[in-house]
């Protein structure tokens, strides 16, 4: 059974740091990632990682300060996110995909497997 378990995530004030983890189980994505989706808005791909952390691709909103890695052996994936500001608010979905372009980033919001969500909250 495919499943992607999602931890992490909480409350925080502007600047402060959280980290998400995500566990694949049942199949061996080509990227794995996470995009968010705040209340009104369209989901927007936040990082992504391809098999083997060959290479990441990270949204320019979020460029500089959240940092997605992978444990390869162990199918998860996380993301550091430091520096964290207001608009950061949003749920976070873990998702994963066959795609291992570039492409991965902007399309994690459409694939297939996804986390249930872990709501982040930034306050100023």
Known sequence: ???????GGGSVQA?????LSCVASGFTPNCMGWFRQAPGKEPEGVAAITSGGRSTYVADSVK???TISQDNAKKTVFLQMDSLKPEDTAIYYCAAGPVSTASCLSRLPA???R??????????
């Open 1 to 7: 059974q495919v499943q992607l378990a999602e931890s």
């Open 15 to 19: 600047g402060g740091s959280l980290r």
């Open 64 to 66: 500089g300060r959240f």
């Open 111 to 113: 694939f297939p497997f």
């Open 115 to 124: 986390g249930q969500g872990t709501q982040v909250t930034v306050s100023s």
